[in-house]
């Protein structure tokens, strides 16, 4: 059999990588994990990750931003952390050529930054990824109270709701969007799979929220405080004084 020296000569060199400093990590540490195959899937998907959250320069521009958030589909539960939370790598247009345009024209710099985070936050849902205010706060500098301030002022002068992890896994202290859903529905008129696509939610969220004002005006028919209220249909007391703000207005537009 005849040798292949320069395969002889350089096979070796060429293992010298990264993949086969993970199948020595593999074999050492967990020698019980599997035969080759098994390691070599394993950094396999290693690999894949490493791409994943760590893309290579070329593929990003100036004024993007490597951004690692919650995957819109893995949902919160109870006493769940982040480590067992799904996390997807994302590359956010921090700032873009529109935005000088903006600037050089004269647009005040805070309606600047209102759109910039807007578009961000549109940006990264539409990628898989739900942003919370801390980390828009850690992007733009600003503390969670400006950057709320900020949504809210953009969400009332395009009468949308932005796309963040309060809102669309219904977490938090962002329950103002579940109003401003029914109130699309009850005030405006407006079909469900609208103010589905409007809200950035599925049809069924909708639903779920209308019938959510159902029971408290239910209850309120029944004399109940909003504490009892916020205890028969396990909600908070903040939520349900949003809800009886809105029946209360729903009644003065029908008594009109």
Same mark, same amino acid.
């Given at each position: 059999?005849?040798?292949?020296?320069?395969?002889?000569?350089?096979?070796?060199?060429?293992?010298?990588?990264? %993949? $086969?400093?993970?199948?020595?990590?593999?074999?050492?540490?967990?020698?019980?994990?599997?035969?080759?195959?098994?390691?070599?899937?394993?950094?396999?998907?290693?690999?894949?990750?490493?791409?994943?959250?760590?893309?290579?320069?070329?593929?990003?521009?100036?004024?993007? @931003?490597?951004?690692?958030?919650?995957?819109?589909?893995?949902?919160?539960?109870?006493?769940?952390?982040?480590?067992?939370?799904?996390?997807?790598?994302?590359?956010?247009? @921090?700032?873009?050529?529109? %935005?000088?345009? /903006?600037?050089?024209?004269?647009?005040?710099?805070?309606?600047?930054?209102?759109?910039?985070?807007?578009?961000?936050?549109?940006?990264?849902?539409?990628?898989?990824?739900?942003?919370?205010?801390?980390? @828009?706060?850690?992007?733009?500098?600003? $503390?969670?109270?400006?950057?709320?301030?900020?949504?809210?002022?953009?969400?009332?002068? =395009?009468?949308?709701?932005?796309?963040?992890?309060?809102?669309? =896994?219904?977490?938090?202290? $962002?329950?103002? =969007?579940?109003?401003?859903?029914?109130? /699309?529905?009850?005030?405006?008129?407006?079909?469900? $799979?609208?103010?589905?696509?409007?809200?950035?939610?599925?049809?069924?969220?909708? %639903?779920?929220?209308?019938?959510?004002? =159902? !029971?408290?005006?239910?209850?309120?028919?029944?004399?109940?405080?909003?504490?009892?209220?916020?205890?028969?249909?396990? !909600?908070?007391?903040?939520?349900?004084?949003?809800?009886?703000?809105?029946?209360?207005?729903?009644?003065?537009?029908?008594?009109?």
């Amino acid at each position: 059999m005849i040798r292949d020296i320069h395969r002889d000569m350089w096979k070796p060199q060429r293992a010298k990588n990264f %993949d $086969s400093a993970i199948r020595h990590f593999i074999q050492s540490e967990f020698p019980r994990l599997g035969g080759p195959k098994v390691i070599d899937l394993f950094c396999c998907q290693i690999r894949k990750f490493i791409d994943q959250f760590y893309p290579k320069g070329e593929y990003v521009s100036f004024g993007q @931003l490597p951004w690692c958030g919650v995957a819109k589909e893995d949902l919160p539960g109870r006493a769940k952390t982040i480590a067992q939370t799904k996390l997807r790598a994302v590359i956010l247009s @921090l700032v873009e050529d529109e %935005d000088y345009v /903006k600037l050089e024209s004269g647009v005040p710099f805070r309606e600047v930054t209102k759109d910039r985070i807007a578009r961000i936050m549109i940006q990264a849902d539409k990628n898989g990824v739900e942003l919370a205010a801390t980390e @828009l706060a850690l992007m733009f500098s600003y $503390s969670c109270t400006g950057i709320n301030q900020f949504i809210a002022q953009y969400e009332k002068e =395009h009468n949308c709701i932005l796309p963040r992890r309060g809102t669309i =896994h219904d977490m938090g202290a $962002s329950v103002t =969007h579940k109003v401003e859903i029914c109130r /699309k529905k009850l005030l405006e008129g407006k079909e469900t $799979s609208d103010i589905a696509r409007e809200c950035s939610h599925d049809p069924l969220s909708v %639903d779920k929220y209308l019938l959510e004002l =159902h !029971r408290v005006n239910f209850c309120r028919k029944k004399g109940m405080s909003k504490e009892e209220i916020s205890f028969s249909i396990q !909600r908070s007391v903040r939520l349900v004084e949003e809800y009886l703000k809105l029946i209360k207005e729903i009644e003065h537009q029908r008594t009109k």
